[in-house]
T-cell receptor
Framework: EAGVAQSPRYKIIEKRQSVAFWCNPISGHATLYWYQQILGQGPKLLIQFQNNGVVDDSQLPKDRFSAERLKGVDSTLKIQPAKLEDSAVYLC????????????FGEGSWLTVV | AQSVTQPDIHITVSEGASLELRCNYSYGATPYLFWYVQSPGQGLQLLLKYFSGDTLVQGIKGFEAEFKRSQSSFNLRKPSVHWSDAAEYFCAVGFQKLVFGTGTRLLVSP
């Protein structure tokens, strides 16, 4: 079974530039998550989708971050304009349902803002 | 507020020695409890999880964890550590969304 796929794996951009990350969840998984993991910290949930609807985006900095899952399958996370403090690993995860009992993580997209 | 505390930032264990990583949580009710491992440059891999029932749960790679309701703890253990266990370990709690601790970095000495 293929896992959660993310791209690009690594990205370096200058502050105020924009960046987009893509995630393809495990086939058939209805729930998709984006987490932000800053160096030295645990992952923090940015947004949760159930199919193509947003369940929780309370911790998403909406002035600069956006995410979509238009067809209820893959998803993109965009940052515009980026700030230095956005340097982090962006982890995508998926789950077969919204019970939260089994969540599978991708390998992450590493962002450095200089 | 929901929170997870992993009091040890770093732990060094000799290869072959036993290991215990601590995790305490604060939550409104007994949540689902998880331990994940993250190797450098990799994503998170689930080691084990607790939902209900037997408070001692077995996971992959020889790990186990014990849920203690009275102490709001979910400590991870392994009887004999291997050099390949060196990684970052995260405790997480929650239902639909997970709240993670800050992690414990395990170093294994020869």
């Amino acid at each position: 079974e293929a896992g959660v796929a993310q791209s690009p794996r690594y990205k370096i951009i200058e502050k105020r530039q924009s960046v987009a990350f893509w995630c393809n969840p495990i086939s058939g998984h209805a729930t998709l998550y984006w987490y932000q993991q800053i160096l030295g910290q645990g992952p923090k949930l940015l947004i949760q989708f159930q199919n193509n609807g947003v369940v929780d985006d309370s911790q998403l900095p909406k002035d600069r971050f956006s995410a979509e899952r238009l067809k209820g399958v893959d998803s993109t996370l965009k940052i515009q304009p980026a700030k230095l403090e956005d340097s982090a690993v962006y982890l995508c995860a998926s789950s077969p349902d919204n019970s939260g009992n089994t969540i599978y993580f991708g390998e992450g997209s590493w962002l450095t803002v200089v | 507020a929901q929170s997870v505390t992993q009091p040890d930032i770093h732990i060094t264990v000799s290869e072959g020695a036993s290991l215990e990583l601590r995790c305490n949580y604060s939550y409104g009710a007994t949540p689902y409890l998880f331990w994940y491992v993250q190797s450098p440059g990799q994503g998170l891999q689930l080691l084990l999880k607790y939902f209900s029932g037997d408070t001692l749960v077995q996971g992959i790679k020889g790990f186990e964890a014990e849920f203690k309701r009275s102490q709001s703890s979910f400590n991870l253990r392994k009887p004999s550590v291997h050099w390949s266990d060196a990684a970052e370990y995260f405790c997480a709690v929650g239902f639909q969304k997970l709240v993670f601790g800050t992690g414990t970095r395990l170093l294994v000495s020869p």
